[in-house]
């Protein structure tokens, strides 16, 4: 135990100076300034002590920070509390890194906050493959459309905000006679009709509408904020582009398609809102195939 209080700081300052991980301490006064950095922050994030001391950490964030995770890390700070985030910062040359933080409270003998002591660590590499590993978790391998569990989670989210207002429809669609093109062509041609219908289907809808294969030639869609006249003018968009023809084999040939769409009631689980596209489809397929049925269960 060292007895010196001198060496003790000596040692202390030696330490943190030498830490490989990212170091700040910041007053608990104020906007929460920095008052020391040590040199892995610098090396991790690009600043000089001169740039960043007397500044917020918030300079860090940027755009695609996640708000919820500012706000998290705002409201323990304004209670005096220590926490754990994952946060998005930005390095002084724009390029972004996943930042570990681990934010904890430091009082004084008469146990008064005075400052706040952050640990950082690059977890950038990790939440990299972690991502990676999601996406093929819930990505169609054939197509690389999103899959069925991907789907189903996003349609829960979708039912769960009906009640506030957030209206959308779910498409369910099936390709009409699919088993002949694999008959007549074999299943790698098979496999390649598939891909040319999910880029169809993806290129017909938004970026923030979620297109999925549940399995064989059965895809849905979730599209948000749609209003009847706009699902009747995309049922139709569908239609039209699912019959041009498709290159097989040096062949020209033409795969026609039935829909079912449903606009959900409040109160609706996900699996009985799939179900009820799943029968508008039959509709379709029952009225003579190479149509849409738009069930509102409003």
């Known amino acids: 135990?060292?007895?010196?209080?001198?060496e003790f700081s000596e040692v202390l300052l030696r330490a943190v100076t030498s830490a490989t991980n990212g170091i700040i301490i910041t007053s608990s006064q104020g906007d929460y300034p920095i008052m020391y950095c040590n040199p892995?922050?610098?090396?991790?994030?690009?600043?000089?002590?001169s740039e960043v001391l007397g500044r917020n950490c918030r300079f860090l964030q940027g755009a695609d920070t996640d708000p919820e995770t500012r706000a998290r890390l705002w409201q323990a700070l304004n209670a005096g509390e220590g926490i754990d985030v994952v946060i998005l910062n930005y390095?002084?040359?724009?390029?972004?890194?996943?930042n570990a933080l681990n934010l904890a409270p430091v009082h004084d003998r008469q146990g008064h906050l005075?400052?706040?002591?952050?640990?950082?660590?690059?977890?950038t590499q990790r939440v990299q493959l972690q991502r990676t590993l999601e996406n093929r978790v819930h990505t169609d391998e054939l197509t690389g459309l999103r899959n069925r569990a991907?789907?189903?989670?996003?349609?829960?989210?979708?039912?769960?905000g009906l009640g506030s207002g957030g209206l959308f429809?779910?498409?369910?669609?099936?390709?009409?006679?699919?088993?002949?093109?694999?008959?007549?062509?074999?299943?790698k041609a098979g496999d390649e009709l598939l891909r040319q219908v999910s880029i169809r289907l993806r290129q017909c809808v938004r970026e923030e509408d979620v297109v999925a294969r549940l399995a064989g030639d059965e895809f849905v869609v979730l599209v948000r904020a749609m209003t009847d006249c706009a699902l009747d003018s995309l049922a139709q968009q569908?239609?039209?582009?699912?019959?041009?023809p498709v290159q097989l084999q040096g062949v020209q040939v033409r795969v026609q398609a039935s829909l079912g769409f449903v606009l959900p009631s409040v109160g609706m689980g996900a699996e009985e809102v799939l179900a009820a596209a799943?029968?508008?489809m039959y509709d379709a397929k029952h009225a003579g195939k190479h149509t849409f049925v738009i069930r509102d269960c409003r």
């Open 1 to 6: 135990m060292l007895e010196d209080h001198g």
């Open 40 to 49: 892995a922050f610098e090396q991790m994030t690009g600043y000089q002590p």
């Open 91 to 98: 390095r002084k040359d724009g390029t972004s890194f996943w």
């Open 114 to 123: 005075t400052h706040f002591v952050g640990i950082q660590t690059d977890v």
């Open 150 to 160: 991907y789907f189903m989670q996003a349609l829960q989210v979708a039912v769960r």
């Open 169 to 187: 429809a779910v498409g369910f669609a099936d390709l009409d006679d699919f088993k002949a093109v694999n008959d007549a062509f074999g299943h």
């Open 238 to 244: 569908l239609l039209e582009a699912l019959q041009r």
């Open 278 to 280: 799943d029968r508008a």
